[in-house]
């Protein structure tokens, strides 16, 4: 069983036909809060969430702006910070063997690998799982650490979110949490977690050509500047 002190953290952008049900499967007995940001939803996502239960906050646009938001706004008594999508397709059953390497202090940051698991068909494009290959490779090369994926499932330790000193507002702030986790050389865990397509919507990411496109500018922006700042010159170092 989860020991209470977890907030779980959802980045939405008009996720209306997906929120209410993510929300309300919920461990609700297992952790402390379930906290939506709602990044700009004009469908009423923000008041489907709230019905279903969860505590909805705002944030500027972008991905990485809600998750900074939601991690700044968790209740102080949470010491491990959940970060899932709000689509459907992280299958939430996963998240007790998500958390417990870093509450049996065994780790401080624990990845859920989709490409790794069990994903149904359609769930992941062929370009997500090379992009996360791709990456896990120039990253083992450079910083030692072994991922396969930048999936949005993944459990921190709240004192080691604070370290990171996270500035990449985008769709980029997946991949500078898993590199600035490198650099900080904290206690990486990545597991093999299920995935499944998505409720409802339309994917901000590989939804369209312009979307796809975007992201990898970010990603590629990550990259390289992570090869330009060693640790020791980053914030906070």
Request: net charge neutral; charged share 20%.
């Amino acid at each position: 069983m989860i020991r209470p002190g977890i907030s779980v953290i959802i980045p939405v952008l008009n996720e209306r036909e997906s929120i209410g049900d993510v929300v309300a499967s919920m461990p609700w007995g297992d952790i402390a809060e379930c906290i939506v940001v709602d990044n700009g939803s004009t469908d009423g996502t923000a008041e489907v969430a709230a019905a279903a239960g969860a505590r909805v906050i705002t944030s500027p646009r972008g991905y990485g702006a809600a998750c900074k938001a939601g991690s700044e706004a968790a209740l102080a008594s949470s010491t491990i910070l959940v970060f899932m999508d709000g689509d459907g397709s992280d299958v939430i059953s996963d998240l007790p063997r998500l958390v417990a390497p870093i509450a049996a202090g065994e780790a401080d940051f624990v990845i859920g690998s989709r490409t790794r698991g069990r994903h149904e068909p359609g769930s992941l494009l062929p370009t997500q799982i090379f992009a996360g290959r791709l990456v896990g490779l120039l990253l083992r090369i450079r910083h030692h650490v072994h991922y396969t994926d930048m999936g949005p499932f993944r459990a921190i330790r709240r004192s080691s979110m604070e370290q990171l000193n996270m500035t990449e507002m985008t769709y980029g702030w997946n991949l500078e949490m898993q590199v600035k986790a490198a650099k900080r050389r904290l206690r990486i865990q990545e597991i093999a977690v299920d995935y499944q397509c998505r409720k409802g919507g339309v994917s901000k990411v590989a939804g369209n050509l312009l979307g796809s496109f975007k992201t990898a500018i970010r990603i590629a922006a990550v990259l390289l500047r992570s090869a330009a700042t060693p640790a020791s010159e980053e914030p906070g170092s």
